[in-house]
């Protein structure tokens, strides 16, 4: 199988993933109580064909590393695992998955609701788009075939363009919170250190 069926379906999940995730392109319904379970539901089920897609394909080498490379690129790739997991701490995953508004629902209670105010602690303090930084981790830290290459390329290119557009959403948010937490925190590569106010 040629990798261009893999290529276009990764393009279309991309595409689609992004276009349900716009308020402004769904309309009400992104804020019924099932949507967002309804969202990540499917995200989950249209990935479950790649990994017959992935197999199918002939694979050429691209980028093969030592051994010592290879186990450099895994402990990247290891830490780039934690910081994804420690960055979930500073998100209430139960609105984030739609469990929490599943449960309001059938529960008779009012609908949660994102919190008002900007949170700026945890990996939030070392990097505005911690998931994003964590995903660019887990995809360039490992040796690659060409299929692989064109695959992390694409992934890049969306998670890139899905920063952008969140940016946008929480400057609409939050405002000049929002902006001044920009002018202090990088988008995507993580501060070691802390700002000190001047």
């Known amino acids: ?24 392109l769904t309309g009400r319904i992104y804020d019924l109580w099932w949507y967002r379970f309804f969202y990540v539901s499917q995200s989950v089920i249209l990935l479950l064909p790649f990994p017959y897609l992935y197999l199918n ?7 093969t590393p030592s051994v010592f490379w290879q186990i450099i ?12 997991l420690y960055a979930s701490k500073s998100y ?10 599943i449960k309001a629902h059938f529960n008779g209670e009012k609908q949660p609701e994102m919190p008002k105010n900007l949170k700026t602690t945890g990996a939030l303090a070392m990097v505005r788009h911690p998931y994003y930084t964590a995903g660019l981790v887990l995809i360039w830290a490992r040796p690659m075939n060409r299929t692989d290459f064109v695959i992390t390329l ?4 969306y998670f890139i363009l899905g920063y952008i557009n969140e940016e946008r959403k929480l400057i609409k948010e939050f405002g000049q919170d929002y902006i001044e937490y920009r002018k202090k925190v990088p988008a995507l590569i993580p501060k070691l250190w802390s700002y000190h106010e001047k």
């Open 1 to 24: 199988m040629t990798p261009l069926y893999l290529y276009i379906y990764l393009i279309f999940y991309c595409i689609l993933h992004s276009v349900l995730a716009d308020r402004k």
């Open 57 to 63: 394909i002939d694979h050429q080498p691209f980028f």
């Open 73 to 84: 690129l895994g402990l990247i790739w290891f830490c780039g695992l934690i910081f994804g």
């Open 92 to 101: 209430d995953n139960g609105i984030f998955l739609g469990f929490s508004q």
């Open 154 to 157: 694409i992934l890049t290119v």
